[in-house]
């Protein structure tokens, strides 16, 4: 694995030139950030060597280079999903080769379930925290020690600096933030109400398919994170309602650009 990360790496350093230490995962129906990218170079994943491919709708899979406001960064528009039968080491080799570039901050977004009462439909929710409830773990098997400790602190996995900075840039903006806990399952199938209500018992303020793998490789990569979910649907409280991804497409285009402005001020502020 050690060798194919390298490859990896070196075929991208080859292509962009100079790695930006800063590096984002854009997740369901959250690419407008990356239309926000100038000075652009992009790799489509099918080019990449031992990259795995996407293949969800709504993911174009392309790793972006470029500048965000006064910073260069590396963007990944679409990411794996467990869900979509790609093992965990396929789901985080991204993040993995991001390590062997020397990235050092990530940011991830995504859509999530709310469960929290207070949330609703659009709401951007901060990432405090994780619950991983996947059935694998990104770390399982041999360790190699030059990638990480074998056994892993997790406390502080989420920047606290980072979301303080971006509770100040959305109180500047105006923007109403959640802060919670996202509790990551593997899909693909939306949760029954009894689950919703499960993922809020065990204290989750949200369920959502992704971000836990890769926040814990990027944390035992000694990365800084920061991660935002868009509230795209409830469910475990109040009347049961039906989820479906169009749904939670078009929630997430319509809370779009506040994310994208709290990410873009907060790279630039970082
Ligand atoms: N559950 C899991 N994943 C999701 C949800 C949800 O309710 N909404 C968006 N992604």
Known sequence: MLEQIKETAAYISRQFGSIPSVA????????????????RQELPYAQIP??????????????????????????????FHYYEGYTMQQVTYPVRVMQQLGVKTLFVSNAAGGM?????VGDLMLITDHINTFPDHPLRGKNYDELGPRFPDMSG??????????????????????????AG??????????????????GGDAVGMSTVPEVIVAHHAGMEVFAI????????F?????????EV????????????????QLIEEM
Do not use: W
Request: proline share 5%; with cysteine; hydrophobic share 35%.
């Open 185 to 202: 399952t593997q899909g693909p199938s939306f949760e029954t109400p009894a689950e919703y209500r499960y993922f809020r018992t065990i």
């Open 249 to 264: 497409q078009k929630a997430a285009a319509e809370a779009q650009p506040r994310m994208t402005l709290i990410m873009r």
């Open 116 to 120: 929290n009462p207070d949330f609703k």
């Open 238 to 246: 109040g009347d049961i309602v039906k989820c479906s991804h169009e």
């Open 50 to 79: 031992h990259f795995p491919l996407s293949t969800v709708e709504g993911h174009s899979g392309k790793l972006i280079k470029g500048r965000l406001g006064n910073r260069e960064i590396i963007a990944m528009q679409g990411r």
């Open 24 to 39: 984002i995962i854009l997740g369901t129906g959250l690419g407008e950030l990356a239309g926000h990218i100038t000075d």
């Open 157 to 182: 996995a989420y920047t606290p600096r980072l979301i303080a900075k971006a509770l100040d840039i959305a109180r500047r903006n105006g923007i109403t933030v959640q802060q919670g806990v996202y």
């Open 229 to 236: 979910s868009v509230i795209t649907d409830l469910g475990g």
